[in-house]
């Protein structure tokens, strides 16, 4: 399994629409979805009360190739949406990208 987690500083007054777009069934999900290989999406938020406002997605696709063919396929999609949602955050970083050993 490829794994991408991102880490993300979310505005306190946009943290609904935050959740509501990048949560298991939302905005990003329902992109990722019309794309083979996608398995889900989870979002964390943490519990440190001075980061009450920081969230991390874990995307999960079979393999590195299949989310790499869906940026060719829906790479403007993608960057759209992106740019749709930047007001919703002061602060975004990819964590970085994993395998799983399983």
């Known amino acids: 399994m490829?794994?991408?987690?991102?880490e993300?500083?979310?505005r306190p007054e946009k943290v609904t629409a935050f959740v509501a777009a990048y949560k298991?069934?939302?905005?990003?999900?329902?992109?990722?979805?019309?794309?083979?290989?996608?398995?889900g999406t989870e979002l964390l938020r943490s519990t440190d009360s001075d980061q009450a406002a920081t969230f991390v997605t874990i995307d999960r696709w079979k393999t590195a190739e299949g989310f790499?063919?869906?940026?060719e396929r829906f790479g403007s999609d993608y960057r759209r949406l992106d740019t749709q949602l930047e007001?919703?955050?002061s602060r975004e970083r990819k964590l970085g990208t994993f395998l799983s050993e399983d």
């Open 87 to 89: 007001g919703l955050t």
């Open 24 to 39: 298991p069934d939302g905005a990003w999900a329902r992109l990722f979805t019309q794309a083979d290989g996608y398995i």
């Open 2 to 6: 490829y794994v991408i987690v991102w």
């Open 68 to 71: 790499a063919r869906f940026q």
């Open 8 to 10: 993300f500083v979310v």
